[in-house]
């Protein structure tokens, strides 16, 4: 029997990543409304062409989530892997750019880097999808305007690293052990800043089912940095060092 974390779990995970999206589209819509009430819309018809298209992009991420979760509608589906050759490069890659537009409209800039420019590994990618998506909607909640986000994907030979650093408000040194478990909200410090407290502990979920781990590091007022180390070959922990 599935216990009552293994069942919400799901919903949980979904619900986090319908999220996103719909924050992008919704900042949008906003600057959208700004530009339609400041008369801009049409001397700045580039803007509206690139809210479009992040508009779509946004609804075809949130297309795609729903159609997955449709399509894997046993709760069990969600504790088993799906794992499948795939370069990790591509994946980390596509991920962290699909929020490229929403951080310019923001001010906090995007980069991305990666040691190799193909790395093949065996996992499950939607989750490490979700893993990304995560980490960097966190990034975003805490990161302030004019900061800067950056993504790092490492070849170690026998594991991929994948970094993630902000240079956002940080975590306390008290919070870190305590920040993937699933009631624990990062923002608790921080009563102003939204955020469901559920990613981190979805993220930790989804690297402990790849045999991975998972490293924080962190500096008040300085940012945070995520460190994922995922096996290129599914089940080998042990080379994880």
């Known amino acids: 029997m599935l216990n009552y974390t293994e069942n919400v779990l799901p919903f949980m995970n979904i619900a986090h990543d319908i999220k996103t999206p719909l924050n992008i589209i919704n900042s949008s ?81 995007l980069i991305f880097d990666t040691s190799t420019e193909e790395k093949i590994i065996e996992c499950d990618v939607d989750k490490i999808e979700s893993v990304i998506f995560n980490l960097i909607s966190n990034a975003i909640k805490f990161t302030p305007k004019y900061g800067k986000i950056q993504v790092n994907v490492y070849d170690k030979v026998d594991f991929v690293e994948i970094v993630v650093r902000d240079t956002g408000i940080g975590i306390p040194k008290d919070k870190i052990d305590k920040i993937f478990q699933r009631s624990i909200r990062l923002d608790n410090y921080c009563k102003e800043i939204e955020g469901s407290g559920i990613g ?24 945070s940095e995520f460190i994922i180390k995922i096996p290129a070959k599914n089940g080998e922990k042990e080379n994880v060092t």
């Not at 600057?31 to 400041?38: A, F, H, N």
């Not at 018809?45 to 690139?50: I, M, S």
């Not at 499948?84 to 962290?96: D, G, M, P, R």
């Not at 790849?210 to 924080?216: A, K, S, Y």
Request: with cysteine; hydrophobic share 40%; charged share 30%.
């Open 200 to 223: 981190l502990y979805i993220v930790k979920t989804i690297v402990d089912m790849h045999n991975g781990d998972i490293i924080v590091n962190s500096d008040i007022g300085k940012g």
């Open 29 to 109: 819509i906003q600057l959208i409304e700004l530009k339609l009430k400041e008369g801009k819309i049409i001397d700045e018809e580039f803007v509206l062409n690139e809210q479009i298209k992040i508009l779509k992009n946004s609804s075809t991420k949130l297309i795609k989530i729903i159609n997955d979760f449709i399509n894997n509608t046993n709760i069990e589906d969600f504790n088993e892997i799906n794992i499948e050759e795939c370069n990790i490069v591509n994946v980390v890659e596509e991920s962290t750019l699909y929020f490229a537009d929403y951080l310019k409209n923001k001010n906090i800039q």
